[in-house]
C-alpha cells in the first residue's frame, strides 16, 4: 500500500531516480503520486492525482538539477484522490516536506490541537499533520533531529517517513514501524530510501531493513540509525539482496502478470532447488530452523493469511492432512486475532504472504509468538518483516511480483506447500518411501507440463472470447481443487471486475444453483482425480439449467465434451499435484477475458499489490 522512494547523491540525477522508482512502485498504489527535491536552499514540490503515466510529463517538466529527492505513489486511505492529497507534503512555511505510508490512528486529535496553534491545513489527509507537528515542535527543540524524535513520540498507529529539511539539504530523515522501510546503499554513488527493493534494485543490491521503532538520517555517504525508545544509536546489519535488475522488468511481454504467468516454470525449479532427493524421497528445509523434536511435537497447525494466498494455504492443508495426518486450520489473518484463537506451545502457525509485510498476517504472527506457539512463514522476500519475525522460513524464490494480481508467488507457495508436507510426512513416517519418490519425480516435471499449456494459450484465448459479456461467473471444484476454484474465481473479479464466485462443486446445490441460468456461466475443474464422478455430477446439474460450461480437464478424457461448451485440457498428473497446473488455464483465462475488456490488468481500480496497513 503505497509507495516511497528517496536518494540523496552526487552521482545521480535525484528526480529522474524517484520517477523511474515511482514508476517500478506504482503496483503498490497509482491513484495519485509526487516528489519533492531539495536545491539551492529551498523546496520544490510537485504531485497530481492520476496514474503516473498519464502525469509524469508534468511532474518532471521545468525540475532543476539537484541531488536529493523524495517521491510517493499514493492508495488513498485518508482522503479522496485527488491532488491536494498526492504526496508530498509540506509545512505552512515550505522548510519540511515529507512522504508517508501507514495511517496515523491519533490524527484527529493532533489536528485539533495543531488548528488551535494556527497551523492550516491544505488535504484532507491524516499525512499532512506529521509535517506540521514537526513544525511545530523544531519551534521548541535544540535541532530538527529532537524534533523528530519528539515527534515519532506523539504518533500512534503505522508509518513509514521519509522527511527532507531545507537546513540539511543533503540529509533524508527516516522512519518505521509497521510499515516496511529499507535503505540501499553503495560505496561511492550515493544511498537509497524505499519501500520496496524493486524501486532500488537497478542501482543497489546492498540493503539495510529497518526494524519497527527504529529512525535516522541518510546522506550520501552514511547512515546512521537509532532506536526511537530509547534515543540511543544502533548498529544495523547490510544484507545482499538475490535479485537482479532484469526480473523487474516486462521483456516484451504486453503486461506484467502475463510475463509473471510465463515465468512460473522457473519459479517451481527455484523454489525446488536442491531441496529434494527423488533416489531416497527426502526433503530438505534449510531455512526451516525447527528441530525434529519440535516438528514432531506439533499437535495443530494453523495457516493464517490474506487473498490469494489464503488459498494457497487452503491447498497445504489439504496437503499437510492427508500427507502428515496432522490437523490444520485456515484462519484469514485479519480475523485471526479478533476471535481469540485457541493456542499453546504444540501449535505451529504458518503465516503465508508474497511481501512477508501484510499487516494483518503481521499481526498474527506476533500475536501467535506472544502465546508461545512455533511460527514460520512461507514467504518471498527475504528480510522482510515477517521472514524476520518467525522461527523459521520457506523461501519461494519468485522473485519480484509486480503485477497485482498474483500468480507465480501463488504457484511458488503451492510448491512450498508440496514440499512441506512431503517433508512432515516423512518425519512422522506417514508416507512410504516410493510414493514419496514419485511426488518428488512429479514435483519435477511439472515445470514441463506448465510448458505445454503455454503453448496452447492461443486456443485459451480463443475461449476467453466467448465469455467477456458475461456479467457474473461461478467457478467449481472439489477436493484439492476447491482452493483452484477460489483462486480461478479471484483472477478473474480482480483484474476484469466480472462478478465471479468459487465453490466446491457439491454445495452448488446448498445454495448457489439459484444463481444458474444462460446469463451465468459455470467454470469447472474436472481433471482426472479420486472424486472425478462427483464433479461431472454437480456439472451436469447446472447444465441442466442451461448455462454454460467451461470445464478444465485431462488430456485422453472422452466424455467431457458431452456435458462442456468449451474444454481447456492439461496433461495428467498426480492429484497431490494438481492444484499446480489446474490453476494455470484459470490464469490465462481470466488474463485474456480483463485484457479483452480493456482493463488494466497489472493495476486493477482500487487494488494494491500488498496492504501494510490495516
Request: include cysteine; hydrophobic fraction near 40%; proline fraction near 3%.
Amino acid at each position: 500500500m503505497c509507495g516511497i522512494i528517496g536518494y540523496t547523491g552526487q552521482t545521480y540525477l535525484a528526480s529522474k531516480i524517484v520517477l523511474d522508482g515511482l514508476e517500478r512502485l506504482e503496483y503498490r498504489g497509482y491513484d495519485s503520486a509526487g516528489l519533492a527535491i531539495l536545491t539551492n536552499g529551498e523546496i520544490s514540490v510537485k504531485r497530481d492525482s492520476g496514474k503516473l503515466r498519464n502525469i509524469r510529463e508534468g511532474l518532471e517538466s521545468g525540475l532543476p538539477s539537484n541531488h536529493l529527492a523524495i517521491g510517493h505513489t499514493r492508495w488513498a486511505t485518508h482522503g479522496r484522490p485527488t491532488q491536494d492529497n498526492a504526496h508530498p507534503h509540506k509545512d505552512n512555511n515550505s522548510r519540511i516536506v515529507l512522504v508517508h505510508n501507514g495511517i496515523i490512528e491519533n490524527y484527529l486529535q493532533l489536528k485539533s490541537t495543531l488548528l488551535e496553534k494556527g497551523h492550516k491545513f491544505l488535504s484532507d489527509t491524516d499525512t499532512e499533520i506529521i509535517v506540521h507537528l514537526l513544525a511545530e515542535n523544531e519551534k521548541h527543540e535544540a535541532s530538527f533531529k529532537d524534533a523528530f524524535f519528539k515527534t515519532l513520540g506523539q504518533l500512534e498507529g503505522a508509518w513509514a517517513l521519509s522527511v527532507v529539511h531545507v537546513d540539511y539539504p543533503d540529509t533524508i530523515f527516516i522512519a518505521k514501524k509497521n510499515c516496511p522501510l529499507l535503505i540501499g546503499l553503495t560505496e561511492d554513488e550515493g544511498n537509497f530510501v524505499s519501500s520496496d527493493i524493486t524501486a532500488i534494485i537497478k542501482y543497489t543490491r546492498d540493503v539495510v531493513y529497518l526494524e519497527d521503532h527504529q529512525a535516522g538520517m541518510l546522506t550520501p555517504g552514511n547512515l546512521d540509525l537509532f532506536d526511537t525508545k530509547t534515543k540511543t544509536q544502533i548498529n544495523y546489519n547490510v544484507e545482499r539482496v538475490d535479485w537482479n535488475p532484469v526480473m523487474a522488468e516486462k521483456n516484451g511481454y504486453r503486461h506484467f502478470m502475463l510475463k509473471e504467468i510465463h515465468e512460473q516454470p522457473d519459479v517451481i525449479r527455484n523454489t525446488i532447488g536442491t531441496n529434494t532427493n527423488e533416489e531416497d524421497g527426502s526433503v530438505y528445509l534449510p531455512d526451516i530452523n525447527m528441530s525434529n523434536d519440535d516438528l514432531l511435537g506439533i499437535r495443530k497447525i494453523i495457516v493464517v493469511a490474506c487473498g490469494t494466498a489464503f488459498y494457497a494455504g487452503l491447498v497445504g492443508k489439504y496437503l499437510v492432512e492427508k500427507l502428515a495426518r496432522v490437523s490444520v486450520e485456515m484462519d484469514l489473518a485479519s480475523e485471526f486475532r479478533y476471535r481469540d484463537p485457541v493456542l499453546d506451545k504444540d501449535t505451529l502457525v504458518i503465516a503465508v504472504t508474497q511481501s512477508g509485510e501484510t499487516a494483518d498476517t503481521l499481526a498474527a504472527i506476533n500475536l501467535a509468538k506472544e502465546r508461545g506457539c512455533k511460527t514460520m512463514a512461507i514467504v518471498n522476500v527475504q528480510g522482510s518483516s515477517i521472514a524476520r519475525a518467525v522461527d523459521g522460513n520457506i523461501f519461494i524464490h519468485a522473485g519480484p511480483e509486480i503485477g497485482v494480481a498474483s500468480t507465480k508467488a501463488y504457484m511458488a507457495m503451492l510448491v512450498a506447500f508440496e514440499l512441506f508436507a512431503l517433508y512432515l510426512a516423512n518425519l512422522k513416517s506417514t508416507i512410504e518411501v516410493a510414493v514419496a519418490k514419485q511426488l518428488i519425480h512429479e514435483l519435477k516435471v511439472i515445470p514441463q507440463k506448465i510448458e505445454e499449456v503455454l503453448k496452447d494459450k492461443e486456443d485459451i484465448l480463443k475461449i476467453a472470447q466467448k465469455y467477456t459479456q458475461y456479467k457474473s461467473m461461478l467457478f467449481l471444484g472439489r477436493d484439492l481443487n476447491f482452493p483452484t476454484a477460489l483462486e480461478g474465481a479471484l483472477k478473474l473479479k480482480e483484474i476484469s471486475y466480472i462478478h465471479a464466485e468459487g465453490y466446491a462443486a457439491g454445495e452448488m446445490k446448498h445454495g448457489p444453483i439459484a444463481l444458474v441460468d444462460r446469463e451465468c456461466p459455470v467454470v469447472a475443474v474436472v481433471t482426472d482425480s479420486p472424486v472425478y464422478e462427483k464433479v461431472v455430477s454437480n456439472i451436469v446439474e447446472a447444465r441442466s439449467r442451461d448455462c454454460r460450461v467451461l470445464s478444465i480437464a485431462s488430456k485422453g478424457d472422452k466424455e467431457v465434451q458431452g456435458f462442456s461448451d468449451d474444454v481447456i485440457k492439461v496433461p495428467k498428473v498426480m492429484d497431490l499435484l494438481s492444484p499446480l497446473l489446474n490453476v494455470l488455464p484459470l490464469q490465462l483465462f481470466a488474463y485474456y477475458v480483463a485484457d479483452l475488456k480493456g482493463a488494466d490488468v497489472d493495476q486493477p481500480r482500487n487494488l494494491a499489490k500488498s496492504v501494510t496497513v490495516e
